[in-house]
Structure formats: C-alpha cells, structure tokens
C-alpha cells in the first residue's frame, strides 16, 4: 500500500486544481516532508473536529436536550469541550489546527462576509475561530500561551475565557449526565463509500489511515446511553460540508470537505513560501541601498534607507502559529 506520506503529498499537490484554482497550485516536488507532514495532520484534525461537532447535534437529537440560543454555536462549544477536556496533547493539536482552519477560511474570503453570512445558522468563520480560541485559553491558558499570543489575544479576554470555558463545561456536562450510564456500550456502523473519483479517494483513504471516523464512534460508543445502529459515513456529497441526518440516525463527514481544508493550508504553504522569499529580496536590496551610500560616504542617510526597508516589511496576513 503507498505510504501515508506519500499519499499525502499527492493529495496536497493535486488539491487546487481539483477546487478550480490553478493560480496556487504546489506541486509534490515543492513540498517538504514537514509540510507533507503538517497537511495531512492539518486536514486530518479538521475532519475530527468537524465530526465532533456533528456529533454534538446528535447528542442533542438522540437526547432532546435543551440549547438556549443558536445550536451551532452550541454545540461549537460542546466539541471544543469534549476535546480540551481529554486533556490529550495530540487532541490539543487537533483543536488548535481547528481554531486554524476557521481563520483560513476566513482569509480565503477575498469579499469579506456577505449578507447571508449574517442570515445563516452559524457564526462568521473568524468569530467561530475566535471561540475556539477562548475555549482553548480558557482550559490550559500555559499551554495554548503561544498560540494566543501569535494571535493577539489580549490578556483582559483570556481572563474573561477561563469563565466562559469552565460555564460551558460545566453546562454541557450536567446535560449529558442524566443521559450517561456506566458500561453502557453503543454499537455504530462506520462506512467508508467508494469516492468515485480518483482525486476524491486520494482523501477517502487518508481518512481511513487515519480512523478518523472511528474516532467517533470510540469517543460516543462508551459510557453514552444511545441505541446501537448510529451511522458515520465519509462520501462524497457534491459540496464541502458535513450532517447529522436525525431521522436516518447518521453523521455524513463529505470528502470535499477534507479537499477543500488541504488546499487552504496548500496556499498557506505557498503564501509563507512568496513571503519568506520577498523577505530575502528586500534584505538582498537593503545591503546594496547600504553599500551605494557607503559610496557616497553618506553614513546618515545609509542607516535611514536600512531603517526604511524594515518598516516596509508586512506581517503575515492569516495569523497562524509557523510551520517550522
């Protein structure tokens, strides 16, 4: 069988032709093992959250619990919840690629949000970013502390996290307290489908390498008081999205979805490339703006053009934690 790796490096080179935008595609050859590494993990995780989150609507549904405001923000909550509250660094990393994904989404937006953003069941991408983030500093402020700083978030807010992270804990699990039982065991059927596209299959088997449906299903098939025959299926659906279908007891995980966060961090990759290049450019132009007034024996003017240069240089546009 191809390797993981190797997998994901045709996957990641493949992607944006694949979502119709050639202008940033990146061959295999140009990536490295760390960012054929980081984007598979990055699309990987992405695809935990997402089904966490659709797994919280099942919990409300399969237990008609209550939700006082939107449930998408809600159940948001939940999933950042259950896997802060793991405790577990690898789910650490899986929840900060999260708060990641919905900041690049965000970015990728050239227009910024447009009215039926505001209309829709969910927050705006960088406010559900934002959230996660909260729910992250709330929960392990040391630990996620470079992270939040990379980010700008303020100490005032964090402060006003750890409040926020230990409310929503603490509502969430008296919720499904009345709905757990001890030794309970729920039996649930994961189901890869054939994607019926070789670009499409290419993240069909990433997924499954990676259990990430099975993740769901070892998470929720414990301690949880649900009736066996819940489905979790990875398909391909036409669009980038995921479901919880109530009346066929069924999360539907689409592999578009998992294409379309590859190529967000397969531009992201390409953008730190661009940038990391015009840094040298600009660094390459302000020795030789140093040696021509050295020429000219203009000492002052040399450490005015060198300082010039320096504030030229623009941060990063998505605030993200570098990919060493």
């Known amino acids: 069988m191809t390797s993981l790796k190797a997998a994901a490096a045709a996957i990641l080179a493949m992607t944006a032709s694949y979502l119709w935008q ?15 590494e980081e984007g598979q ?3 990987v995780n992405n695809a ?11 919990l409300v549904s399969e237990f008609n619990l209550p939700v006082l ?5 809600a159940v948001d909550a939940l999933s950042s919840v259950l896997l802060l509250g793991a405790e577990d660094e690898e789910l650490n990393t899986t929840i900060q690629d999260a708060a990641d994904g919905w900041f690049l989404l965000d970015e990728a937006k050239e227009d910024g949000p447009q009215e039926d953003d505001f209309m829709g069941t969910h927050g705006l991408d960088r406010q559900r970013a934002f959230a996660i983030v909260c729910m992250m500093t709330g929960a392990n402020a040391e630990f996620f502390k470079v992270f939040a700083d990379s980010l700008d978030f303020p100490q005032e807010r964090r402060d006003e996290c750890a409040f ?26 994961v189901t890869y489908e054939p994607a019926g596209n070789e670009d499409l299959q290419g993240f069909a088997d990433l997924l499954k390498s990676a259990s990430a449906l099975e993740t769901i299903a ?9 009736k066996d025959g819940i489905k979790i299926t990875g ?21 578009e979805m998992a294409a379309f966060h590859a190529a ?3 531009n992201w990759f390409e953008n730190q490339a661009e940038e990391e290049a015009g840094a040298d450019d600009e660094m390459a132009t302000d020795d030789t703006a140093t040696d021509d007034a050295a020429a000219d024996e203009t000492a002052a003017d040399d450490a005015a053009a060198y300082e010039t240069g320096e504030e030229q240089s623009e941060p990063t546009a998505v605030k993200l934690k570098k990919k060493e």
């Open 22 to 36: 050639p202008a940033t595609a990146v061959r295999a050859a140009e990536l490295t093992a760390e960012q054929i």
């Open 41 to 43: 993990r990055f699309v």
């Open 48 to 58: 935990i959250f997402i089904l966490f989150h659709e797994a919280g609507h099942m």
């Open 69 to 73: 405001g939107r449930e998408e923000d």
């Open 164 to 189: 926020e992270y230990e409310k929503a804990r603490d509502s969430w699990m008296s919720l499904l307290a009345a709905n757990k039982k001890e030794g309970a065991k729920t039996k649930f059927t």
């Open 218 to 226: 070892t998470v929720f098939g414990t301690g949880y008081d649900l």
């Open 235 to 255: 398909k391909t659906c036409g669009t980038e999205n995921a479901f919880w279908y109530a009346e066929d007891r069924e999360i539907t995980y689409c592999y």
């Open 264 to 266: 967000l961090i397969t």
